[in-house]
């Protein structure tokens, strides 16, 4: 039979953009039967109870979604967290101190401190490209495997290029991390470095003098290129010595005119420092703030510091 009378009325959403949901159509075959004004008006009445009724139920749906979202968010920060340094080293003559910030609720700066049989302590430290849950990820991948590397190889630059093999290898696209490591010898008083493209870690000695570490051993990224061979940089570390570490955070820092803190400001803080290590990273950080204005952080920030005491 024939269509004899149609209706069709849109759903749309009660805002101002009036976007579609849907469309409501009734038809009849009945020739004495046609519809009326009066139907369309009750029809549209029906179509806006019902816009509205679709639009509920897709914010409950959204909103069960991110609840669900923000355990699993929350779940996956804890994890994170497990995989930083519940304690520092407790080395006679030295002091460590630390600082660290996800962008997100989950980031992938990395720090950590290994102790190794010999009674050398390893610092850590990275930043891998990105951030929230990728980069979350990769760095989760990197604190298992660095600590391997490094119990497991007989040097330190062999246990770098075990690492960037593989990440490289991993499969994880096009995602690099910039990694220093340093091996501090509390009884020769030596600190051995290999930086894999990081930023350079900066010294400062006891008569207040500042100078950058292992620069000029600096290479690629880790994950970039299989079979980078790395080297290092051996550094000799006199009574009043501090060494801090620092992911870009620190340095690209952004005040509310748009300036970033820099390396001249960060020096310029660690200089104007001379109070024990943890006083110097809060100090820092307080100054980071303070330059940024309050604004949340484009990226993740770690810092770490040690030093040897002046006695």
């Not at 749309?12 to 579609?20: S, V």
């Not at 979202?69 to 101190?97: C, I, M, N, W």
């Not at 292992?214 to 690629?220: D, F, I, P, R, T």
């Not at 570390?237 to 992911?247: E, H, M, Q, R, S």
């Amino acid at each position: 039979m024939r269509i004899r009378s149609m209706m069709c009325v849109p759903l749309l959403t009660q805002d101002e953009r009036q976007q579609g949901l849907g469309v409501i159509q009734i038809v009849t075959r009945d020739a004495t039967q046609a519809f009326t004004e009066d139907d369309l008006d009750l029809l549209v009445t029906l179509a806006a109870q019902a816009s509205i009724k679709i639009e509920i139920a897709e914010l409950h749906e959204e909103a069960l979604q991110n609840r669900e979202h923000e355990r699993d968010l929350e779940f996956a920060t804890q994890v994170q967290l497990g995989f930083l340094p519940k304690s520092r080293p407790k080395l006679e003559g030295y002091a460590f101190a630390d600082y660290y910030e996800a962008a997100l609720r989950v980031g992938g700066d990395y720090f950590d401190y290994i102790t190794l049989p010999n009674g050398r302590v390893v610092i850590a430290i990275g930043d891998v490209a990105g951030k929230g849950m990728p980069a979350a990820l990769l760095m989760a991948r990197l604190y298992s495997s660095t600590r391997f590397q490094i119990l497991t190889k007989p040097s330190l630059e062999l246990a770098v290029e075990g690492l960037n093999e593989e990440i490289a290898g991993s499969g994880l696209g096009h995602r690099f991390i910039t990694f220093l490591v340093m091996e501090l010898d509390p009884v020769q008083h030596t600190v051995k470095i290999v930086n894999a493209g990081h930023l350079p870690p900066m010294l400062r000695s006891k008569d207040g003098s500042i100078r950058e570490l292992a620069k000029e051993v600096s290479s690629l990224p880790l994950g970039i290129l299989p079979e980078q061979k790395y080297a290092a940089s051996d550094n000799q570390l006199k009574p009043g010595d501090v060494i801090i570490a620092f992911t870009d955070g620190v340095t690209e820092a952004m005040s509310p005119q748009k300036e970033i803190f820099g390396r001249h400001r960060l020096e310029t803080a660690f200089a104007t420092h001379d109070g024990p290590v943890e006083g110097l990273i809060e100090a820092i950080v307080e100054q980071v703030e303070e330059f940024s204005g309050g604004n949340a952080s484009r990226d993740d920030t770690c810092l770490i510091g040690f030093s040897r005491s002046a006695k």
